[in-house]
């Protein structure tokens, strides 16, 4: 009952709010959970060498998907707004599909450029 009306309440401020804090909270949950995979590795593996290859393709990931998910993120939230109810599952889908294209692209792009850089351990 109290977890259904708090989930309510929350709801009803991000209905209020142009929908940024969707996008505060996704940054701060990818922040907090590349610091806990980084704890993690650096408790649990002792491998300098792969706890090093982890932090390139962080920075690499990191500097790959920067622009395009993050100004992709913002610009629909403001986007979104000007369209009728009807078309928004229409842009949802195709900002979807965008995503995931740029994302594989990325992806290509950082298993190269990570498996070219040399590691220094």
């Given at each position: 009952m109290i977890v259904q009306q708090t989930f309510y309440r929350i709801k009803e401020i991000f209905k209020q709010s142009e929908g940024l804090?969707?996008?505060?909270?996704?940054?701060?949950?990818?922040?907090?959970?590349?610091?806990?995979?980084?704890?993690?590795?650096?408790?649990?593996?002792?491998?300098?060498?792969?706890?090093?290859?982890?932090?390139?393709?962080?920075?690499?990931?990191?500097?790959?998907?920067?622009?395009?998910?993050?100004?992709?993120?913002?610009?629909?939230?403001?986007?979104?707004?000007?369209?009728?109810?009807?078309?928004?599952?229409?842009?949802?889908?195709?900002?979807?599909?965008?995503?995931?294209?740029?994302?594989?692209?990325?992806?290509?792009?950082?298993?190269?450029?990570?498996?070219?850089?040399?590691?220094?351990?």
């Amino acid at each position: 009952m109290i977890v259904q009306q708090t989930f309510y309440r929350i709801k009803e401020i991000f209905k209020q709010s142009e929908g940024l804090e969707y996008l505060q909270i996704y940054n701060l949950l990818k922040t907090a959970g590349v610091a806990i995979i980084s704890i993690i590795f650096a408790k649990y593996i002792q491998s300098s060498i792969l706890i090093n290859q982890w932090e390139t393709y962080l920075l690499l990931g990191s500097s790959f998907t920067f622009f395009f998910v993050s100004g992709m993120g913002y610009t629909l939230v403001s986007f979104v707004k000007q369209h009728d109810d009807f078309l928004r599952p229409i842009i949802f889908r195709s900002a979807f599909q965008i995503l995931v294209v740029l994302g594989i692209l990325s992806a290509v792009g950082i298993c190269l450029t990570g498996h070219y850089i040399p590691s220094y351990a």
